[in-house]
T-cell receptor, first 113, second 116 residues
Framework: AQSVTQLDSQVPVFEEAPVELRCNYS??????LFWYVQYPNQGLQLLLK??????LVKGINGFEAEFNKSQTSFHLRKPSVHISDTAEYFC???????????FGTGTRLTIIP | GAVVSQHPSRVICKSGTSVKIECRSL??????MFWYRQFPKQSLMLMAT?????????EQGVEKDKFLINHASLTLSTLTVTSAHPEDSSFYIC????????????FGSGTRLTVV
């Protein structure tokens, strides 16, 4: 069975500082990995995904993530955050295409001016 | 491309009534639709997986007689919350796989259900 662990429920960061949101997963098979952002009272927006190939994945809004199979991690990073990055971030995993997604518990990123 | 349209975005209903939520794939065929529920300040929990033309598969603990899912065509899946109660108030969101070359999974915009 799959599971996703987001160790940090809340992360406060000063504006223009770098940030890393941690995600670890467990799965018995090859995985597809995703990061989504959710703004208040809105749906999910895809930040980036890893399906195969290069382990460093670049997404929208300056975010990137690195797939580390040995550490079963898929941490999200941004070198310089903005106020507009304040939101809830979810890591998710699936066993493959058209399979169910399992979400982590989410990390609330708060940017401090 | 690869848009899932979900309606309504918000609904308020009286306790004991039923509410139907629709998800339509606008420019692709969704053989499978995933339905999630999200309580305030919590993560998304998969409720069920629907496949076109067959019965939905429900996750453990989800009442299939309360949450009726119909996937009658390749472009429409519906979730009906029957005899709704205040504890069913939540954010419901659907999702479909659109292929590795696109977003992967496309999500509807969600439905905020409030049962009073």
């Amino acid at each position: 069975a799959q599971s996703v662990t987001q160790l940090d429920s809340q992360v406060p960061v000063f504006e223009e500082a770098p940030v890393e949101l941690r995600c670890n997963y467990s799965s018995s098979v090859s995985v597809y990995l995703f990061w989504y952002v959710q703004y208040p009272n809105q749906g999910l927006q895809l930040l980036l995904k890893y399906l195969s190939g290069s382990t460093l994945v670049k997404g929208i809004n300056g975010f990137e993530a690195e797939f580390n199979k040995s550490q079963t991690s898929f941490h999200l990073r941004k070198p310089s955050v903005h106020i507009s990055d304040t939101a809830e971030y979810f890591c998710a995993v699936s066993d493959g295409g058209n399979e169910k997604l399992t979400f982590g518990t989410g990390t609330r990123l708060t940017i401090i001016p | 491309g690869a848009v899932v349209s979900q309606h309504p975005s918000r609904v308020i209903c009286k306790s004991g009534t039923s509410v139907k939520i629709e998800c339509r794939s606008l420019d692709f065929q969704a053989t499978t639709m995933f339905w999630y529920r999200q309580f305030p300040k919590q993560s998304l929990m998969l409720m069920a997986t629907s496949n076109e033309g067959s019965k939905a598969t429900y996750e453990q603990g989800v009442e299939k007689d309360k949450f009726l899912i119909n996937h009658a065509s390749l472009t429409l899946s519906t979730l009906t919350v029957t005899s709704a109660h205040p504890e069913d108030s939540s954010f419901y969101i659907c999702s479909a796989w659109t292929g590795a070359s696109t977003y992967g999974y496309t999500f509807g915009s969600g439905t905020r259900l409030t049962v009073v």
